[in-house]
């Protein structure tokens, strides 16, 4: 097995370690967290498909933050919400919903705080994510923001690993393969 995979997104090339994640499965792992090129090249490019009506944009912590910080700046928004992967002490009647994410190899639950629900009721939503895998944690994020009483009107990423670069129902740059062993 090769122990490198080049991605080229948006004129950009990246060489990532190709990293075991399964008895069964390697894949080539992409952190979006410390690449500032990256991160602002990839924005200005998601943001031009994304509709024109949204109000808010969420992701889960932690790798898609600095994604939702540069659109959100493109955008001219004032703020974003983030899903935690804890409850913190200032979060009041937070909302939740459980995922078992490829990444992490274990389940986890992400946490809406209880203001951040009040701000996005009856709003109209994008959730952003760095990849998008299996999509379990997409769909957490689905189903927090819809408990939250808001609409999602799109869900997008940089990359679409495996078989979610099948899907119709997301907005995404570049595909990322699996690795099978």
């Given at each position: 097995?090769?122990?490198?995979?080049?991605?080229?997104?948006?004129?950009?090339?990246?060489?990532?370690?190709?990293?075991?994640?399964?008895?069964?499965?390697?894949?080539?792992?992409?952190?979006?967290l410390?690449?500032?090129?990256?991160?602002?090249?990839?924005?200005?490019?998601?943001?031009?498909?994304?509709?024109?009506?949204?109000?808010?944009?969420?992701?889960?912590?932690?790798?898609?933050?600095?994604?939702?910080?540069?659109?959100?700046?493109?955008?001219?928004?004032?703020?974003?919400?983030?899903?935690?992967?804890?409850?913190?002490?200032?979060?009041?009647?937070?909302?939740?919903?459980?995922?078992?994410?490829?990444?992490?190899?274990?389940?986890?639950?992400?946490?809406?705080?209880?203001?951040d629900v009040?701000?996005?009721?009856?709003?109209?939503?994008?959730?952003?994510?760095?990849?998008?895998?299996?999509?379990?944690?997409?769909?957490?994020?689905?189903?927090?923001?819809?408990?939250?009483?808001?609409?999602?009107?799109?869900?997008?990423?940089?990359?679409?690993?495996?078989?979610?670069?099948?899907?119709?129902?997301?907005?995404?740059?570049e595909?990322?393969?699996?690795?099978?062993?």
């Open positions: 097995m090769k122990k490198h995979y080049e991605l080229k997104v948006a004129g950009l090339t990246r060489n990532l370690p190709i990293i075991q994640v399964a008895d069964d499965l390697a894949i080539a792992s992409f952190v979006l410390g690449d500032a090129e990256m991160t602002t090249v990839a924005a200005s490019e998601i943001v031009k498909r994304l509709p024109e009506n949204i109000d808010f944009l969420v992701t889960a912590e932690a790798k898609g933050i600095p994604l939702l910080q540069e659109l959100a700046r493109i955008k001219g928004f004032k703020s974003y919400i983030v899903a935690r992967k804890s409850v913190k002490s200032y979060m009041e009647s937070p909302l939740e919903a459980s995922v078992f994410s490829i990444t992490t190899q274990k389940e986890q639950t992400l946490y809406l705080d209880g203001h009040e701000l996005i009721k009856d709003k109209k939503v994008a959730i952003i994510d760095d990849v998008i895998s299996t999509g379990e944690s997409l769909q957490a994020l689905v189903n927090l923001v819809e408990k939250a009483g808001a609409k999602v009107v799109v869900k997008a990423a940089i990359l679409a690993e495996g078989d979610a670069a099948k899907r119709e129902d997301i907005v995404f740059l595909e990322l393969p699996l690795f099978p062993l």
